[in-house]
């Protein structure tokens, strides 16, 4: 089983989970740019996250043999404390860089003026910089602020087929469906989305533009979960094709269209095993580019 | 234009659009650094990432970029304030091409010290592509015999191959060999392999290599 973590914090996650989610056959994942627990004061602080997300990060999960690309924005909560205006004027010198393969997650949490204002200007900023964009929805009044979400994309101009709307549950997942944006499910140990209720929803609403990850970060969670959920889509009789589909093909499709995602570092026989369409297009799209291989650190 | 270790370019490498966007990219660096912001991380996308035929261990990206650098109009303090700023807020691939730019930069700027605090900060990391990048001839010129000898040992330590390290013949001092058998001596003590990059330096120092045959002999 190849897996594709569409949205995992690894920042917040140890060596051994890397260990433990490559050898679980999770090759590549996608870390949004969101908050850290601790509320940060000034943009200086998220230039340094930025760096990280960009510099150390792919370098650690390359050593497990983990490809690593993310999201760059302002998260909807800090985007609520005036002292932070300034990250949106860092955001373009990030958004051109080449491990970038979405605007994220932007959107609501209290719905508030303040992140309106900042969703609406990074919208504008994925049309620039031709980025798809993660959205997080919000864990309080989450129907409200995904409606909301949903007429603030159209209204933005971005076509839906680059927009991923994620943490969805059974109350939200029909009007993202309708909508042509993305369908993203975070499947926690608790809250959120659980293995069953989410083979129950693939079994409802099919395989397409359907992103499970584990949303795993620095609270409850697990990083193993996407791998819990193929095998209980094989346990309910979905079928291996099925289950790559869901953990491969569509996250490989999804951030493919940036234009920037690489995943030339991944051994062939992993990736032609089940060499579907978009995975082929997309690993063309990023070139060849064999960064993530050479000159790995040794442990001393 | 050839300047030293940097690359030329054939032409039959870039295709004719990634020619044209380095021609276009060096005529707007040369009328105006803050241009760089947005072209030096594009420079991959542009031209691609190949390796450059003839020049071994040298990326496309990396010597468009190294092209873009020697286009800038500064010199001395100026040029490595634009430089740090554009590896402060590089990623990887663009931190690695500033640094190896650096003794070209030197050569055609007037860089003089001023790139140092840029090969400092990528000895402090733990990236070892970094450290090694930083481990060129720009830091075995300027760096001084303390932070030389320190960076040496590290590269040690992370893997980083000392063949790759720019200077050791003429800056590899008693004290660094005396550094190494010291590593060397605790490694053995705790029973660890010593990284084999540690004998070629203590082999020039007779008698701190007395000493460690000496304790591998007792550990026998």
């Known amino acids: ?300 | 234009m050839t300047t030293s270790n940097v690359p030329e370019i054939p032409l039959t490498v870039l295709t004719d659009e990634g020619s044209r966007w380095l021609e276009t990219a060096m005529e707007r660096v040369r009328a105006d650094a803050g241009a760089l912001t947005a072209l030096f991380p594009a420079a991959g996308r542009a031209c691609g990432r190949g390796p450059v035929p003839g020049e071994p261990g040298w990326t496309l990206d990396e010597a468009v970029r190294a092209r873009l650098l020697l286009a800038l109009p500064q010199t001395g303090a100026e040029l490595g304030e634009t430089l740090f700023e554009l590896y402060a807020h590089g990623d990887a691939a663009e931190r690695l091409a500033v640094l190896r730019s650096l003794p070209a930069l030197e050569d055609g700027g007037g860089l003089g010290d001023a790139g140092l605090p840029l090969v400092r900060d990528a000895l402090r990391t733990n990236d070892a592509r970094l450290v090694q990048a930083a481990m060129g001839p720009y830091a075995a010129d300027h760096l001084s015999d303390h932070a030389y000898r320190q960076a040496v040992l590290k590269c040690v330590f992370i893997g980083v191959p000392l063949a790759a390290v720019a200077g050791l013949d003429r800056r590899s001092d008693e004290e660094l060999a005396r550094m190494m058998a010291d590593f060397a001596e605790e490694r053995l003590l705790a029973g660890r392999e010593v990284p084999p990059d540690v004998w070629p330096v203590l082999e020039l120092h007779p008698t701190l290599l007395t000493r460690i045959h000496a304790l591998i002999g007792e550990e026998r």
Not at chain 1, 97 to 111: L, P, Q, S
């Open chain 1, 1 to 300: 089983m190849r897996i594709f973590d569409p949205h995992i914090h690894m920042t917040s996650r140890t060596t051994d989970d890397y260990e433990r989610m490559r050898a679980a056959g999770v090759l590549a994942v996608v870390e949004p740019a969101f908050w850290l627990g601790q509320p940060r004061t000034s943009p200086a602080s998220f230039a340094d996250y930025f760096d990280g997300l960009l510099g150390w990060e792919p370098y650690r999960a390359a050593q497990f043999g983990v490809v690593h690309h993310c999201t760059i924005a302002l998260n909807p909560k800090e985007a609520n404390d005036p002292r932070l205006q300034g990250v949106l004027d860092l955001l373009p010198r990030y958004l051109a860089k080449d491990r970038v393969v979405a605007v994220g997650e932007v959107g609501y949490d209290e719905i508030t003026p303040a992140e309106d204002e900042a969703l609406t200007r990074q919208l504008a900023l994925a049309v620039e910089h031709g980025l798809p964009v993660l959205v997080h929805t919000p864990h309080r009044d989450k129907a409200a602020g995904t409606r909301r979400t949903i007429d603030v994309v159209r209204e933005s101009g971005l076509p839906p087929e680059r927009v991923l709307i994620d943490h969805l549950n059974e109350m939200t997942v029909g009007m993202v469906a309708d909508s042509g944006c993305w369908m993203g499910f975070s499947v926690y140990p608790d809250t959120k989305m659980d293995v069953d209720r989410m083979v129950t929803i693939l079994g409802e609403h099919g395989l397409d533009r359907v992103l499970v990850n584990s949303a795993a970060d620095w609270g409850r969670s697990d990083p193993l979960k996407t791998r819990a959920v193929g095998d209980a889509m094989l346990a309910a009789g979905f079928s291996e094709a099925d289950v790559d589909t869901v953990l491969w093909a569509n996250p490989v499709a999804f951030y493919g269209q940036s234009g920037r995602l690489d995943l030339s570092s991944i051994p062939a026989e992993l990736t032609t095993a089940h060499v579907t369409t978009a995975a082929t297009a997309a690993v063309a799209a990023g070139g060849d580019y064999a960064g993530n291989t050479v000159l790995r650190g040794s442990p001393a």
